[in-house]
């Protein structure tokens, strides 16, 4: 996705805010305003907005932001804006499959030319927005993860969005990259890493090699590894817990977290480090601690006769050789080989391979953050 801006303090029929996207091309033309440069000031949040709320592919976000500006003018013209950006999402939704550049664009000019709204009218439907509305100046153009996106941006929707990890490796270019924010799991705010459920794959999608599990692969709304130096940078940007959501065939779920989880970078083999263990489905994944990752072609466990991820088909923090092998093969269910399923010992024990697994991360004061 690229995204173009053009921004001059002019007062008439000026683009201020032209939107390139793979489905849409919208330009807003802001007839009505008077642009000096603290205008601009009021205006650019209102741009940020706009680009994360296109980023985040949802189409009905609820944009509860307060509107917090010195000038009461700016605040009305801020308050038009917000309600075009609104409108720039549903049309979004509805051009994913038509290229019209003017879907929607007479009634985004209603909105903007409309001068019949009164800064009392804009006012009091600022002190009618829910006691939990969000400063937008707290929304930061570049959200790190799927917690800021939650906390300080407002999205509540599960969905694939796209984040700026703080990160020591170039990844994309420091472009940014996609990924699924599971917002309903204990409080939301979740950066899903992996995902396995009965999506009709091979069993051996996930038994690939280090290059594959280095950039990730899958498809984020479906089976997927995000990737590890991706997830090198979301664990060392700040302390962090790791969860396991697990599924089995017969539906019953549980859990796992561990505090303090990060891992290292490509050159010290990805390795692996754990803290406390709490959850419903035993402590199996602390065996695998200051592991480093073995997949099928670069063989780093610390057994020395044979090479886990060839034996129990996966790539993973294999220690010699595991406790929990979730990227191993796709058995459903219970399975006469050993340990080469999508196995946790602790709970199903090593020839029963579970149905879903989510591996997921969020910061380690995240209920702190979100009182």
Known sequence: MSSDFSLAPKRENKKICLINENFVAFSISLRTLCLDYRMLYTILPGLSLCMSLLHSNNSEPAINYRLNTDSGV?????????????????????????????????????ILQDDSVSEDEVDRSDKEMPDKSIDIYQCPPKPIDCEELLVDCGFTESGIYRIWPRSRVNIEGNAGFDVFCDMDTDGGGWTVIQRRDDFGTNSDFFFKDWLNYKYGFGDLNYDFWLGNDKIFALSNQRKSTLRFDLLDFE?????????????????????????????????????????????????????????????????????????VNLNGLYLKGTHDTYADGVNWYGWRGFRYSLRKTEMKLRSSNFLRRNN
């Open 74 to 110: 700016g605040s009305l013209h801020y308050s038009k804006y917000l309600d075009a950006a609104i409108l720039l999402i549903r049309a979004a939704k509805q051009a994913k499959m038509q290229t019209d550049r003017n879907i929607y664009e007479d009634e985004i000019d209603g």
């Open 251 to 323: 539906d019953e779920d549980g859990f796992a977290t561990y505090d303090n989880f990060y891992v290292d970078d490509e050159s010290e083999g990805y390795r692996l480090h754990l803290g406390d263990y709490r959850g419903s489905i035993g402590d199996s994944f602390k065996g695998h601690n200051l592991s480093k990752f073995s997949t099928r072609d670069r063989d780093n466990d610390k057994n020395s006769s044979r090479s886990c991820a060839m034996v129990y088909k996966g790539g993973w923090w294999y220690n010699n050789c595991h406790t």
